[in-house]
T-cell receptor
Framework: DGGITQSPKYLFRKEGQNVTLSCEQNLNHDAMYWYRQDPGQGLRLIYYSQIVNDFQKGDIAEGYSVSREKKESFPLTVTSAQKNPTAFYLC??????????????FGPGTRLTVL | QKEVEQNSGPLSVPEGAIASLNCTYSDRGSQSFFWYRQYSGKSPELIMSIYSNGDKEDGRFTAQLNKASQYVSLLIRDSQPSDSATYLCAVNGAGKSTFGDGTTLTVKP
């Protein structure tokens, strides 16, 4: 089955730790995205990647980092510089970037909690 | 003013009624519009996409777009308890996708 997988489903972080969230897709999509969702709010864009070895900052990139070494993988690292990381993190992909207009499909999400 | 605004909820309708969800956006250059359904604790799933003015129907769902007035709406006919969820409006353009905060719909049996 084609789709997007995210792991882990739940993640707990101690203050001062860096943690990495995994996102893998087998849809052969060029573009991938990371969003953050806080309770009662919509999605805010952290980073996106149009193609392998390229990525761009979104609206709330501070305290996060990404890499795109393979087409199917787009991991997100939440660094200690992110002061309020507790949130629901969603990875998405689309066939191509096309200025952000393409339909995006979402993975199941990772819920990160800071202890 | 937020870039994408959705009618404040929660919205409650009886089973079998029509639920109407509204979304307005500020960027006149927006090109594509999406409605996602999100169950509590789950990720958004795409319900409808619409790109040109007018209505687009898919089963019990109808999306309506009016670019001159900068609004997009979603009608759910014959609402079912399984439709109870948060509905997110997404507006794409200017190189990015912007989401509203969502409207929570409850369909009462």
């Amino acid at each position: 089955d084609g789709g997007i997988t995210q792991s882990p489903k739940y993640l707990f972080r101690k203050e001062g730790q860096n943690v990495t969230l995994s996102c893998e897709q087998n849809l052969n999509h060029d573009a991938m995205y990371w969003y953050r969702q806080d309770p009662g709010q919509g999605l805010r864009l952290i980073y996106y990647s149009q193609i392998v070895n390229d990525f761009q900052k979104g609206d709330i990139a501070e305290g996060y980092s990404v890499s795109r070494e393979k087409k199917e993988s787009f991991p997100l690292t939440v660094t200690s510089a992110q002061k309020n990381p507790t949130a629901f993190y969603l990875c998405a992909s689309s066939i191509a970037y096309r200025g952000g207009t393409d339909t995006q499909y979402f993975g199941p999400g990772t819920r990160l909690t800071v202890l | 003013q937020k870039e994408v605004e959705q009618n404040s909820g929660p919205l409650s309708v009886p089973e079998g009624a029509i639920a109407s969800l509204n979304c307005t956006y500020s960027d006149r250059g927006s090109q594509s519009f999406f409605w996602y359904r999100q169950y509590s604790g789950k990720s958004p799933e795409l319900i409808m996409s619409i790109y040109s003015n007018g209505d687009k129907e898919d089963g019990r769902f109808t999306a309506q777009l009016n670019k001159a007035s900068q609004y997009v709406s979603l009608l759910i006919r014959d609402s079912q308890p399984s439709d109870s969820a948060t509905y997110l409006c997404a507006v794409n353009g200017a190189g990015k996708s912007t989401f509203g905060d969502g409207t929570t719909l409850t369909v009462k049996p």
